[in-house]
């Protein structure tokens, strides 16, 4: 996985923060999985230079993963990743 980091953002909140975890690349399609309580919302944001984070998916859990890919991580030179929890 060359390239491809992820972070967990820092939470202040009674909620215990989304973490990351099984990080592969499926084929060509980088994919990793968010770990959290039922019913947390959380938004996946990703960079390439760790300063500017954009939203690229908002998402509930009705479980306590989620299995998320990145089809547009095949056209970065490298990409980090994090999952924070919304309000």
Do not use: H
Not at 22 to 39: E, K, S
Not at 63 to 68: I, K, P, R, S
């Amino acid at each position: 996985l060359s390239g491809i980091f992820f972070a967990n953002a820092l939470q202040l909140s009674s909620q215990s923060s989304p973490s990351l975890g099984n990080i592969q690349m499926v084929g060509t399609t980088f994919q990793l999985r968010v770990n959290g309580t039922a019913g947390q919302q959380f938004v996946v944001e990703a960079t390439s230079d760790m300063r500017n984070w954009a939203p690229i998916s908002t998402n509930t859990l009705s479980g306590t993963t989620l299995d998320f890919s990145d089809p547009a991580s095949t056209q970065m030179k490298s990409r980090f990743y994090r999952a924070r929890l919304l309000p």
